[in-house]
């Protein structure tokens, strides 16, 4: 089975942008990438109804905890993990790698 790449390329919009008269070309590095459609719609979803601190006792933190808790089950799901408590969120990967680190400096 081929790998329709125009099909790929259209899921991301800042691909669709000419500059001059040529196609963007952007690779993974470590101040982020680009992303698809259906990843800027869950963001924006998630600032308009979920944005809060967690543990809060109001509906909007129970909602983020409610989907921090799903992205966890999927990923573990994902990555066959044992539990969900094996897959850790953080900032990013920089911060998590050095936090991990301080246990054995």
Not at 30 to 43: D, E, F, K, W, Y
Not at 53 to 76: H, W
């Given at each position: 089975?081929?790998?329709?790449?125009?099909?790929?390329?259209?899921?991301?919009?800042?691909l669709?942008?000419?500059?001059?008269?040529?196609?963007?070309?952007?690779?993974?590095?470590?101040?982020g990438?680009?992303?698809?459609?259906?990843?800027?719609?869950?963001?924006?979803?998630?600032?308009?109804?979920?944005?809060?601190?967690?543990?809060?006792?109001f509906?909007?933190?129970?909602?983020?905890?409610a989907?921090?808790?799903?992205?966890?089950?999927?990923?573990?799901?994902f990555?066959?993990?044992?539990?969900?408590?094996?897959?850790v969120?953080?900032?990013?990967?920089?911060?998590?790698t050095?936090?991990?680190?301080?246990?054995w400096?």
């Amino acid at each position: 089975m081929m790998l329709d790449l125009d099909a790929v390329r259209r899921q991301f919009p800042a691909l669709q942008r000419l500059e001059g008269d040529r196609m963007p070309i952007f690779l993974d590095n470590p101040a982020g990438t680009q992303v698809p459609t259906a990843v800027i719609r869950a963001v924006v979803d998630y600032y308009e109804t979920s944005n809060a601190n967690s543990g809060g006792s109001f509906a909007t933190s129970q909602r983020n905890d409610a989907m921090m808790e799903a992205a966890r089950q999927t990923l573990a799901t994902f990555l066959n993990a044992a539990r969900p408590e094996e897959v850790v969120f953080g900032p990013n990967m920089t911060s998590l790698t050095f936090n991990l680190s301080l246990p054995w400096r």
